[in-house]
Every structure is written in structure tokens, then in C-alpha cells.
């Protein structure tokens, strides 16, 4: 009896030593990812900047047109398998346009987004 308690109790704790391996890797693989997508949206920010150069100051109307103008091959999506977004903020002080990735929930304007602003 004793031994099937002790093999009982082995296997609860390992049970819940993964369950807790399992937690930490999940964070560390979010975090990896707004990593990742903060790399993304500059490197979309840089194309849309030569974009911006070569059509005289005006901006895309989306992220589609950097592929037309042959800027880039493909429009990456971010690293939880959503679309990134271009967004003119005409109004707003920060700048003109931003790139967001709308994160792990993929949705945007919360507070899980990554939003680089364009100057």
C-alpha cells in the first residue's frame, strides 16, 4: 500500500512539474513572439518608408501595395498567424501611419498589440 501511495505521489509531482514547464514555455514563446513581431513592424515601417520616397510622400493604402511595387515578396504575417495592419492616423501626434501586429488574441487596439509608428 505504502509503495503504491509513494508511486502515486511520484507521478502527481511529475504531472505537475511538466504542467509548470508547460507554463514557463508558453511565456517565453510570447515573449519571443512580441520580439519577433516589434522586428517585423520596423521592417514593414522601412518599406513603407521607401515606398512613401518613391511615390513622393504619399503612404500605401495597405501593406498589399509594398508587394505590388515589388518592395517586398510576401507581406509576413506575425508570429501568432495574423495579418499585420497599416493604419493612417492623420490626427495623431505620434505620426502619420503605424504598423500593428494585433498580437496573441488578434485583435486590434488593446493593450497585447505591437505598434511601431511611422514618422
Known sequence: MVRKLTIFFVLVAIAAGGGIFYIIDRDVQNRRGYETAKT???ILADNVEQYRMMKRGAYPKDLEELV????MLKIP???WGNPCLLEETPNNTKGPARIVCTGVDGVAGND???VHWLR
Open 112 to 114: 497585447d498589440d505591437v
Open 40 to 42: 517585423q513592424t520596423r
Open 68 to 71: 505590388d511595387n515589388r518592395l
Open 77 to 79: 504575417r506575425d508570429p
